[in-house]
């Protein structure tokens, strides 16, 4: 049986509070730090086709992305939003992703298969805008 009585639980609302910040703020940084991990590549591209907004069954949202890169070979790329992220946030990622927008791509190759041919798609980690701005 699980004795709940030597878990320690705050006391007050503000010490509930600060324990749910603290909480979110390492799960932000835990986050960062696996994306940062797994951004063994970067590609850069430009959208040929609009970007299409799906949910995964585990309740993920995605970005998956259609483009070409400067010598001409097409790209699809995935980029998996935050827990963290609001969806107003993915939004406004979304309203940037515009067919002719220039992108790098930081993330790496997975590899998958399709009528007997192993074929890559690139999961993004992080998206870079031509104006700088770096989301994760």
């Known amino acids: 049986m699980i004795n709940f009585s030597k878990r320690s639980r705050p006391a007050s609302p503000a010490e509930r509070e600060a324990d749910e910040q603290r909480r979110a703020a390492e799960e932000i940084a835990s986050d960062r730090n696996r994306r940062q991990e797994w951004s063994r590549r970067t590609v850069a591209l430009t959208l040929d086709r609009d970007p299409e907004c799906r949910h995964s069954f585990s309740g993920d949202q995605c970005l998956h992305l259609h483009g070409t890169q400067d010598d001409g070979k097409t790209i699809s790329a995935a980029w998996y939003a935050p827990s963290h992220f609001a969806r ?49």
Not at 106 to 129: N, S
Request: avoid cysteine; aromatic fraction near 16%.
């Open 88 to 136: 107003d946030q993915i939004d406004g990622v979304f309203e940037k992703l515009v067919v002719g927008v220039g992108l790098t791509l930081d993330g790496y190759w997975k590899p998958y298969e399709l009528r007997g041919q192993t074929r890559f798609t690139f999961i993004a980690k992080f998206i870079r805008f031509d104006d700088g701005a770096r989301v994760p």
